[in-house]
């Protein structure tokens, strides 16, 4: 049972690892607080499971758990959170004027300064 539990606890962390690249796929199933619920519940389940001495059962469960928790937070990490405003495009008000400031400056000649 030993190897099946460091074989599943690979492949979870290898999921986990990848996760990134299909995590926004499940966006829609749950939410950060879900995802954060199965995590808290995973690291639970684990600790009991060491201080208990249980079998590798529980382990197993932690590792799916801990799974699927990642998925469900790293699907929901660029989401707006509710209270926030609706713009989409990740930039603040004030860029546009800041860029137009930076361009004209960036444009204007300045004179050599004198050497020597």
């Known amino acids: 049972m030993f190897i099946a539990t460091c074989v599943l606890g690979i492949l979870a962390v290898g999921a986990i690892a990848s996760s990134p690249l299909y995590a926004r796929r ?13 995590i808290a519940l995973a690291l639970a389940v684990g600790a009991l499971s060491a201080t208990t001495h249980l079998q590798s059962g529980p382990f197993i469960c932690s590792f799916l758990l801990l799974l699927v928790g990642a998925v469900l937070v790293l699907a929901h990490w660029d989401a707006p959170d509710e209270g926030n ?15 137009d400031e930076f361009r004209s400056y960036s444009d ?9």
């Open 26 to 38: 499940v966006a829609s199933f749950g939410s950060k607080g879900l995802g954060a619920a199965f």
């Open 85 to 99: 405003d609706d713009r989409t495009d990740g930039e603040p008000p004030w860029w546009p004027e800041f860029e």
């Open 108 to 116: 204007r000649r300045r004179p050599f300064a004198p050497i020597g």
